[in-house]
């Protein structure tokens, strides 16, 4: 089992900036990809980024590429974090973001963090 608790939500305005956070605790290997989803009602899930986390290799959306930044703290903490920091952010980027977890890159992991909401108003 993995939990994942996200966290950094927040309204701002457009243009602003916001990092978000996932703390990842549990079994090692199914933490081995961690995502950043978005959801808006109506429209269909975008996994935004994605970090592989033993080589640090990084993968972005499109609609991202450019203004997001996925990363990794280091160290031996039992407990992992993610931060996706995000820029330019635009009205469009609002949504609910979820961490989510794997082994592999799946199209729908296995654990999701309960989702943080970010707003972005013009």
């Known amino acids: 089992q993995v939990q994942l608790e996200d966290s950094g939500g927040d309204s701002v305005q457009t243009g602003g900036s916001l990092r978000l956070s996932c703390a990842a605790s549990?079994?090692?290997?199914?933490?081995?990809?961690m995502s950043w989803f978005r959801q808006v009602p109506g429209k269909e899930r975008e996994r935004v980024a994605l970090?592989?986390?033993?080589?640090?290799?990084?993968?972005?959306?499109d609609s991202v590429q450019g203004r997001f930044i996925i990363s990794q703290e280091s160290g031996d903490n039992p407990v992992h974090v993610v931060h996706l920091d995000m820029n330019d952010l635009k009205p469009e980027d609002t949504a609910i973001y979820y961490c989510?977890?794997?082994?592999?890159?799946?199209?729908?992991?296995?654990?999701w963090g309960q989702g943080t909401q970010v707003t972005v108003y013009s």
């Open positions: 989510a977890s794997d082994s592999d890159d799946r199209e729908t992991p296995r654990y």
């Open positions: 549990g079994y090692t290997y199914a933490r081995t990809i």
């Open positions: 970090i592989h986390t033993i080589f640090n290799a990084t993968s972005y959306a």
